[in-house]
């Protein structure tokens, strides 16, 4: 299986606040109208069949799901299904959640998707390759995939690491592993090896002053990819 331990552990471990906004997924929570509008706006959501990998316990995938879609959240942590659908229930908004890793779910359901989103995940996993191949399987021929990650770099430890986690704490220490950070270059070209094509980069950067997230061209730090599957 694709998937460090100590990582499912450690989202297993905080999956009970995945929902509080005040909680260490305060970040997510912020965030995410950024990501969702970037993706509706290149792809309305509406009437669309998406999956989000590594959906947690489920922000993007409700939000998506209130857009119109009809959304499947995956993820390897037993704890954040269970609250995602919990909230799910709680919030009335429909998703289906399934315990399956990417690859597994490429292999039963390929080309089932008009639409695959897999964000701030790929820096968590042994084999961020082979979530994309996954990815990019699961899609339809003509559909879209969106990625989030971090860049590899010294502003990225710096910002991501030092900054996020240890000054201004806005993350648990120890949520992310610089080792494992991925490259715009890397990202494109496991997309490209996939068959997909690179249709967009965007940065997304955080002013601690204003305590504001924004999405621009600065990709040095946190960035967002989307791509398609040629017909």
Known sequence: MNADPLELQKFSDLAHRW??????????????????????????????????????GGILAESMAKKGAKVTGIDLSE???????????ESGVQVRYEL????????????SFDIVTCMEMLEHVPDPAAVV?????????????????????????????IGAEYVLRML?????DYAKFITPAELSQHARSAGLQVDGLKGMTYNPLTQIYSL??????NYLVACSRPV
Do not use: M
């Open 133 to 161: 191949q996954a990815c990019a399987t699961l899609v339809k021929p003509g559909g879209h995939v969106f990625f989030s990650t971090i860049n590899r770099n010294p502003k990225a430890y710096l910002f991501a690491v």
């Open 19 to 56: 929902w509080d906004p005040t909680s260490e997924f305060r970040p997510l929570h912020e965030i995410n109208p950024l990501r969702l509008e970037w993706i509706n706006a290149r792809v309305p959501l509406a009437g669309k069949n998406v999956v989000d990998i590594g959906c947690g």
């Open 172 to 176: 648990p220490k120890g949520t992310h």
């Open 79 to 89: 704890k954040a299904l269970k609250v995602a659908d919990l909230h799910s229930l």
């Open 100 to 111: 399956i890793p990417a690859e597994q779910l490429a292999a039963r359901e390929p080309c």
């Open 216 to 221: 621009n061209q600065d990709t040095d730090v």
